[in-house]
């Protein structure tokens, strides 16, 4: 029997973790904002005359990413620029993006986990926060996704 979840597994993404958008790393995450959440078949309860029998699979709903950012400039080389981007071909479809989220083993460690994602969308505009005093202000960001996301380890 396999022990699940122990301690000497246990990652933080504050010791380095990155995203890559493409071929683009995105800098100064602030810390605490990444959330993940895979794209899930929904469960469907199963009735017989009023009493639960068993959940089946459904449907694939989507599954999401957001974080928020330290905001640098809105325009050139910026996670605003980029992400809020329409595709170059007009096709009806919204523009898609591979994103890596790398998880290190600990802090200055090239080894860890990754969470590949081929068909990011961008679900909402981004928003801008201004920060308060000693704040910077911030991007927050959301996105969606309908493939189920690789989560692999790296060595």
Do not use: W
């Amino acid at each position: 029997m396999a022990t699940l979840n122990p301690v000497s597994q246990s990652r933080s993404f504050a010791n380095g973790g990155t995203i890559e958008v493409g071929l683009d790393d995105i800098v100064n995450i602030q810390q605490g904002t990444l959330t993940f959440t895979n794209a899930f078949h929904n469960r469907i309860l199963v009735n017989d005359q009023g009493i639960a029998q068993k959940y089946m699979e459904g449907v694939r709903g989507t599954g999401s990413i957001s974080f928020s950012l330290k905001a640098g400039g809105l325009v050139g080389t910026s996670a605003f620029e980029t992400l809020m981007a329409r595709k170059t071909t007009l096709d009806g479809d919204a523009r898609t993006f591979s994103m890596v989220i790398k998880i290190p083993n600990f802090a200055g460690s090239t080894p860890g986990e990754t969470i590949t994602i081929t068909d990011a969308v961008l679900m909402e505009p981004a928003q801008y926060t201004a920060g308060g005093e000693n704040e910077l202000d911030s991007l927050s960001f959301t996105m969606s996704f309908c493939a189920i996301a690789t989560i692999a380890n790296v060595t």
